[in-house]
């Protein structure tokens, strides 16, 4: 199968340099081969009863996180918050 | 006998009976790390002020009788992708490489409580995308027993660290076989519990379903003893089980008799290297004289297992990893032109060839009209397998297969073939599709001194099963051997 990687990087949010495309056309081409053997199940997917996932309650929870110690790890804050590249001109 | 070389179980009745100190301990540990780590590369890093005031505050807690935990005082490595408050956890990732978390994992936070120490964050393959650590953005870590070789991953780090005496005991994390192959290849004990039986919380996802931190040691009894400190319900992870979780060490038990082990044809043919399906066998007979009765056991579609594991665990990766933007945390690629340039320039520049592969490759098995023809195949595909596991315990207590088809292989062999690297996988995958626990023991070794490793696989929730018949083959057959470095 072909594999149009230019489109899925794109969509994986990922730049591919023209001299590694033909190596992960290779590469995703051999696992895709590899794969399309699975079988065909007529079977419907259902939930795993015994590993239903239970929710916590929708309310806030105490923290002693400050958000000066969450903002030591952005790349770049001003004022108090992140800071991203102009979206609106 | 240095320090080091005891177990954690000798190491823990030694530190209670006060005839040593967990400063003597962390010392010694982080000295053999000082002398052996130059030429393994299984730590990202050390802190030993840090570690050593953990040991400092660990012996008042013993001294004045304050210490609840077998573990307390003990040395404990920890694989670098499990959230650690104040100390970077890069998941052996360039994206990662200043990170500094500003909570704990919940195993971090429960092993701190028991006392412990950390001895430092362990190697792993980026993001714990691999089979050999060789994806680690920092260091290759290698294999204790032949230097040419790799530790196997993506727990690598903590499987030679543990095999080393760099580390007491160590935690690592599995998805599709990243405790068990490691442990196999470095020929020490490693559990993969069943999913939800430890907290997920501060573990950094790969695929949220199949990942599940456990631990690795020299023993079995190691093993159990670290396990009983981890598992238990969380309320920070939804898909923690809420359940009674009795303790794995007390009740361990060397008497397998009457116990049924299922062998499945599937697992000792094709793609499996006859030595190790050989030193399995001669186990699984030395557990016969025991008293075990052995089985056949059928498991029809293990042929297709990996190609369900790879759909549904990089159809995750892709999700969970599309966090990573440079925004709030993290790398962060200069000289963009906008947002949308910064997101594509940060996430290439920050995550390595491995991980941009399972990224597309997740992406395009859920991209419009290709969801039925792969993701939705392979988890109907996930549904009978885990029906086949079903039925085949039924009839038996346990299965035994190789954990890995292979002993540890050269470095740089696999690097360039993804297929190969992921067939290391082989015997490990169903497992985590299936969300059963599975063990790996030493059980022989090649010609040339690497470890064969033998999984035992068990129903969920019933670890101690699978665990009871470790401690029976381990004393029957002898268990670890610390290679000579």
Known sequence: MDIDIRHIAKLSRLKIEDSELAGYEKEMSDIIAMVEAMPDISDELTVDPENAMKLRPDIIGETKITRDEILKNAPKIVAGCVVVPKTVD | ?485
């Open chain 2, 1 to 485: 006998m240095k320090l080091y070389e005891y177990s954690a179980c000798e190491l823990s009745e030694m530190l209670r009976a006060k005839k040593i100190s967990s400063r003597e301990l962390t010392e010694s540990v982080l000295d053999r790390a000082g002398e052996v780590d130059k030429k393994v590369n299984a730590y990202l890093r050390t802190d030993r002020e840090m570690s050593l005031r953990m040991a400092d505050r660990a012996d008042k807690l013993i001294a004045s009788g304050e210490a609840k935990s077998r573990l307390a005082g003990i040395p404990v490595g920890i694989k670098d992708n499990i959230s650690t408050k104040g100390i970077a956890t890069t998941c052996a990732s360039r994206m990662l490489e200043n990170y500094v978390p500003v909570f704990n994992a919940t195993v971090i936070e429960k092993l701190e409580s028991a006392g412990c120490v950390i001895s430092g964050k362990l190697n792993l393959d980026e993001f714990a995308m691999g089979s050999s650590t060789e994806n680690s953005y920092f260091v290759t870590t290698k294999n204790p027993y032949d230097l040419s070789c790799v530790p196997g991953g993506s727990s690598g780090g903590s499987a030679a660290a543990v095999a080393c005496g760099e580390a007491v005991v160590a935690l690592g994390s599995d998805t599709g076989g990243s405790i068990r192959q490691p442990a196999s290849l470095c020929g020490v004990v490693g559990l993969k519990p069943t999913y939800g039986s430890v907290s997920r919380y501060g573990l950094v996802a790969f695929a949220s379903s199949l990942d599940q931190i456990g631990p690795f040691g020299c023993t079995v009894k190691d093993v159990a003893l670290l396990q009983d400190e981890i598992q238990g319900h969380d309320k920070m992870d939804a898909t923690s089980a809420d359940r009674k979780y009795a303790s794995l060490l007390d009740n361990l038990n060397d008497n397998i008799s009457g116990l049924k082990i299922g062998i499945p044809s599937e697992y000792f043919g094709e793609g499996i290297k006859p030595e190790v399906a050989d030193a399995v066998m001669k186990s699984v007979k030395e557990l016969e004289k025991r008293g075990a009765k052995v089985v056949p056991v059928s498991l029809p579609s293990t042929g297709y297992a990996l190609s369900a594991y790879y759909i549904i665990a990089c159809a995750e990766a892709s999700s969970n990893l599309a966090r990573f933007d440079g925004v709030k945390y993290g790398y962060h690629a200069q000289n963009c032109d906008g947002l949308i340039d910064m997101y594509e320039k940060t996430r290439s520049e920050g995550f390595g060839r491995e991980v941009k592969r399972r990224i597309m490759l997740g992406t395009f098995v859920l991209s419009s009209g290709y969801f039925d023809a792969y993701y939705k195949k392979a988890k109907l595909l996930q549904k009978r397998i885990q029906q086949e596991f079903a039925d085949a315990f039924n009839s038996v207590d346990a299965i035994i297969t190789p954990t890995s088809p292979s002993e540890a292989f050269k470095i740089g062999e696999r690097t360039s073939d993804p297929l190969a690297m992921y067939a290391a996988d082989i015997c490990t995958v169903t497992v985590n599709i299936a969300g059963l626990p599975g063990v790996s023991v030493p059980c022989g070794y090649s010609e040339i001194g690497l470890p064969y490793g033998m999984q035992i696989i068990g129903r969920k929730f019933d670890e101690q099963t699978i665990l009871n018949l470790a401690y029976a083959h381990e004393n029957a057959f002898g268990g670890f051997r610390r290679p000579e470095l």
